[in-house]
C-alpha cells in the first residue's frame, strides 16, 4: 500500500515538473512573439519610409511612444496581474498588444503609426510581470534564473525571426501584411494559453519566505520606498537605455552607416539577436550552478550579474571595425546584456511574496522602459544635430557598469524577504 501510495506521489511529482517547465515554454513563446512585434517596424522602417516620411528624430517619437506606455503599463500591469491573477491577465495584455501590431498596417500617416505604436507599448508592458509571476508560481528558488534566462532567450527567438521574417514578407507582400500577420500569431497564442494554463498558487513562492511575511501585504509605497527595489530599478533604467538603442536602432544602425539593403539586413541583423539569446539561457544556468554548488543567492546572482556587465564596452569598439567584426562585437553585447537582463529580471521573485512579485517586477521593468526611451530620444537628436553613432556607443558602453555599481552600494543582500526586514519598513512608515 505505501509503495503504491510512493508511487502515485512520485508521479505526481513528476507530473509537476513537466508542467512547469511545459508552462515556461509557452510564457517563452509569449515573450518571443511580443519581440517580434515590436522589431517589425525597425525592420520594415526603410520600406515603410517610401510611403510615410519618417526623420532620424521622427523615429526616436515612435519608440518613445512604444516605450513610454510600456513602462507605465508595467507599473499599472504588475499590479493588475497581482488583481486578477496571472491566467486571465496574460490573456487580456495578449489580446490586447496583438490587436495594436495589426493597427500598424492601417496607418496612412505619422501620428497614425505614433498611435499604434503607443498602443502596442501599452499591451507588452505587462508580459515580463506576468512572465515573473508564472516562474514565482511554479519554480523553486535554485531553479529561478533559469526559468528566466529561458523566458528572456524568448526576446532573442523573437529578434532573430524578425529580420528574415519581415524581410521576406516586405520584398513578396508588403509592410502593411507583416503587421497583420504578427498581431494574428498573438491571438493564436491566447487561444493555446487559455486551453493550458492553471495557477500552482503561492506555494513555491512561499517556501523561503517568513510566515508574517507572507500574511502581511504590503503596499505599494511600501515597495517604492525599500531601498533594493529603487537600487534595482535604477540598474535596470541604465541598462535599458543601452539595450533599447542597440534593440531598435541596430537595424537602422546597418542601414545608415554600413549601407545595408533589406536583404542584407535578413541576412545578418538576425546574428546578434541569437547570440542574446544564448546569453539568456548562459546567465540564467551560471547562476543556477551557483546555488547548486553552495553559494549565497546573494552571491549567486552578482556574480553573474558582474560578469555580465564587464564585457559591455566593447560596444565601443563598433565604429572602428570591419562591418563583420562589428557583428561579431554587437553580438558580445547582446550576449552580456540578456544575461544581464534575465538575472535582474530574477530579483523580484528571489525576494518578494507572490503578492508583490507582479507589482515589484513592473517598477523593475517601468525604469529600464523611461530609460530607454529617455536615451532613445537623446539618440535622435545626437544624430540629427550631427553626432555620429560612435559617441552613442560610448555612451551606452557604460551603462551597464552603473547599474552594477548602485546593485553592490545600495541594494544590499539578495535573499528572501525576513520578518526583520518587515519590521524595518514598518518603522519607517
Not at 174 to 190: D, P
Not at 201 to 221: M, N
Amino acid at each position: 500500500m505505501s509503495t503504491l501510495g510512493g508511487e502515485r506521489l512520485g508521479g505526481a511529482g513528476r507530473r509537476r515538473m513537466e508542467l512547469r517547465w511545459y508552462f515556461v515554454l509557452m510564457v517563452t513563446a509569449a515573450i518571443a512573439i511580443s519581440y517580434f512585434d515590436r522589431q517589425t517596424l525597425p525592420v520594415a522602417i526603410s520600406t515603410i519610409q517610401r510611403n510615410i516620411p519618417i526623420s532620424n528624430q521622427q523615429f526616436s517619437y515612435l519608440q518613445m511612444a512604444f516605450l513610454l506606455s510600456y513602462a507605465a503599463m508595467y507599473v499599472v500591469g504588475g499590479r493588475l496581474l497581482d488583481r486578477m491573477g496571472t491566467r486571465r491577465g496574460f490573456m487580456v495584455i495578449m489580446v490586447w498588444w496583438s490587436v495594436a501590431c495589426a493597427l500598424h498596417g492601417a496607418a496612412s500617416g505619422f501620428m497614425l503609426l505614433l498611435v499604434a505604436r503607443f498602443l502596442l507599448g501599452m499591451g507588452e508592458g505587462g508580459a515580463f510581470p506576468a512572465a515573473v509571476r508564472v516562474v514565482s508560481e511554479w519554480i523553486e528558488p535554485e531553479d529561478r534564473s533559469t526559468a528566466v534566462g529561458i523566458i528572456n532567450a524568448g526576446t532573442a527567438v523573437g529578434s532573430v525571426l524578425a529580420a528574415p521574417l519581415v524581410g521576406l514578407i516586405l520584398l513578396t507582400l508588403g509592410w502593411r501584411v507583416v503587421f497583420l500577420l504578427a498581431g494574428g500569431l498573438g491571438i493564436v497564442w491566447v487561444a493555446w494559453w487559455s486551453l493550458e494554463y492553471r495557477s500552482s498558487g503561492p506555494a513555491v513562492s512561499s517556501a523561503t519566505l517568513d510566515a508574517r511575511v507572507l500574511a502581511r501585504e504590503l503596499t505599494f509605497g511600501e515597495m517604492v520606498g525599500m531601498g533594493s527595489v529603487r537600487s534595482i530599478v535604477f540598474a535596470k533604467f541604465m541598462s535599458d537605455s543601452a539595450w533599447y538603442f542597440l534593440l531598435f536602432w541596430l537595424p537602422k544602425y546597418l542601414y545608415d552607416v554600413r549601407h545595408f539593403d533589406v536583404k542584407q539586413v535578413s541576412y545578418y541583423a538576425w546574428i546578434p539577436y541569437a547570440a542574446s539569446g544564448v546569453g539568456s539561457f548562459v546567465g540564467g544556468i551560471y547562476s543556477s550552478r551557483l546555488l547548486r554548488k553552495g553559494y549565497s543567492m546573494d552571491r549567486a546572482r552578482k556574480i553573474a550579474l558582474g560578469l555580465s556587465a564587464a564585457f559591455m564596452p566593447v560596444v565601443m569598439l563598433v565604429p572602428l571595425v570591419p562591418v563583420e567584426l562589428s557583428i561579431v562585437l554587437f553580438s558580445v553585447v547582446f550576449f552580456c546584456q540578456q544575461s544581464w537582463s534575465g538575472l535582474i529580471m530574477t530579483l523580484p521573485a528571489d525576494i518578494f511574496p507572490l503578492s508583490a512579485v507582479g507589482t515589484v517586477s513592473g517598477l523593475v521593468g517601468f525604469g529600464g522602459a523611461i530609460g530607454g526611451a529617455i536615451f532613445g530620444v537623446v539618440a535622435g537628436r545626437l544624430l540629427d544635430h550631427g553626432f555620429g553613432y560612435g559617441t552613442l556607443f560610448v555612451l551606452v558602453g557604460t551603462f551597464h557598469l552603473i547599474g552594477y555599481s548602485a546593485i553592490l552600494l545600495f541594494a544590499g543582500k539578495i535573499q528572501p524577504l525576513r520578518a526583520d526586514d518587515l519590521r524595518e519598513i514598518e518603522s519607517k512608515a
